[in-house]
């Protein structure tokens, strides 16, 4: 797990596959991808937000951490969006934040 000091910067990517091709390959959800981020008490501090396309299939995001921020695993959710269907991952990934 990546560690992240507080009030830095932290960088969130994701990787985006139609696993109904073989082999399974990246593909744009036509209505995006947003992340849902939580604290280490669970209190969701990021809810849906819109994730930045970079290339086919891979999308970022960047969250401003404070210097106040409560130190532990910050567990993250990703959904992607596509046509009237939408493809909720549960705890996909997560980072430390720890003391600067």
């Known amino acids: 797990m990546e560690q992240v000091r507080a009030g830095s910067e932290v960088y ?4 985006v ?3 109904l091709q073989q082999p399974p390959a990246l593909f744009d959800p036509s209505g995006g991808v947003q992340v849902t981020l939580k604290d ?11 994730m930045s396309k970079q290339s086919v ?3 970022t995001y960047r969250h401003q951490s404070g210097i ?3 130190l532990g695993t910050w567990p993250m959710e990703f959904q992607a969006i596509h046509g009237s269907a ?15």
Request: proline share 3%.
């Open 57 to 59: 299939g891979v999308y």
């Open 17 to 19: 596959k139609d696993l």
């Open 86 to 100: 939408t493809h909720l991952s549960m705890e996909l990934g997560a980072f430390e934040l720890v003391a600067k």
């Open 40 to 50: 280490p008490s669970g209190a969701i501090i990021v809810s849906n937000g819109s």
């Open 68 to 70: 106040n921020d409560s």
């Open 12 to 15: 969130i990517e994701v990787s």
